[in-house]
């Protein structure tokens, strides 16, 4: 394949960043887009000197290589079912679905139909990570926390728990994922929400969630995510192991240990080009570096609605390892022991 034809479905603030990553590479062509917005497609693709389609279908007829699905997280679903049906290269923007049983759905296809897939969850193109992940070896976590700090975005379906998931599934689903990648799988999970939505209307998540986290190999955790601010004051990781301090964010990592203080600055925009680098040469047959695939994404949307499943109930739950992992809400019943609710 010398050139990778991409078709696009959604024409949102997330697709335009991709098609303006994927426009840069010689060897890609935006064949085309489609939104349920028509001008938002419109002049997306006029931008990148594609065509608009109607559907998904019409640009699944088309013939594109891979499509990027750049939509809502409640709008994820019939889109990927089709793709996968059609057998094409998709790539699926973060997070994958705001449920646990269409992410579970569409993994399953993905599976059955050996389909090549990217999620963009970019942060793990970060070289920084890589150099983490090097100190990390052969010393045993102790404690990591994450937190993303921000704001409500602009968009109206954000504050609605039915159409993002929040903000631990929507944002802090980035902070999430790099744990998972650093320290491995959570097991189980204690989170409570404040109740208290932002100042937006029609809001109803929680403006503040916090978490507690217990990690397979005996490591402990904390998560907070807040959009109360006006800002992104803060998103990343603190990983204690012994004799090192990890301080992990998107423009850098900062280490300590027993040599002293260092920086290492990191390149975010690098990290973006990157993940839409990696899935295109996969497409073409040059390359194996697509990090997340479908699959690994659907680790992290567990996790991330353990933790909105047990802000929500109050309750801790439970997250079995293995293929056939489903949540678990874990009821304390009495002090010789837990019980699990069927």
Known sequence: MRVCRVGFVGAGGVAQRH????????????????????????????????????????????????????????AHGPVEEAVVAAGVPMFVEKPVSVDLDTAERIADL????????????????????????????????????????????????WARRDSSGGPVVEQAAHVLDLMRALV?????????????????????????????????????????????????HRAGLEILADGLALSLAEDGLTIRDADGERHLPADPDGARTAVDRAFVDAVRGVGDDVRVPYAEALGTQRLALA???????????????????????????????????A
Not at 212 to 225: P, Y
Not at 334 to 340: E, Y
């Open 307 to 341: 933790v909105a499943e047990s802000a929500a109930t109050g309750r801790p739950v439970a997250l079995p390892t293995g293929p056939a992992a489903t949540l678990r809400v874990v009821t304390v019943a009495a002090p010789a022991g837990v019980g699990v609710d």
């Open 184 to 232: 491995g799988e959570v097991t189980e999970v204690t989170a409570y929400g404040d109740g208290t939505p932002p100042p937006v209307e029609g809001a109803d998540i929680d403006s503040v969630t916090t978490a507690a986290l217990r990690f397979a190999d005996g490591a402990v955790g904390t998560l907070a995510a807040a959009c109360v601010l006006g800002w992104k």
């Open 110 to 157: 993905v599976a059955r139909r050996g389909l090549l897939t990217g999620v963009g969850h970019h942060w793990r193109y970060l070289h920084v990570v890589d150099e983490a992940r090097e100190l990390l070896a052969g010393r045993p976590v102790r404690m990591v926390s994450g937190a993303w700090l921000d704001k409500v975005p602009p968009v109206d379906w």
């Open 19 to 74: 098609a303006r990553v994927l426009g840069g590479f010689e060897d890609v062509e935006i064949l085309g887009v489609t939104d349920v917005t028509r001008g938002a497609a419109a002049e997306l693709a006029d931008a990148h000197g594609a065509a608009t389609f109607a559907d998904v279908e019409e640009l699944l007829a088309a013939g594109p290589d891979a499509v990027y699905v750049c939509v809502p997280p409640f």
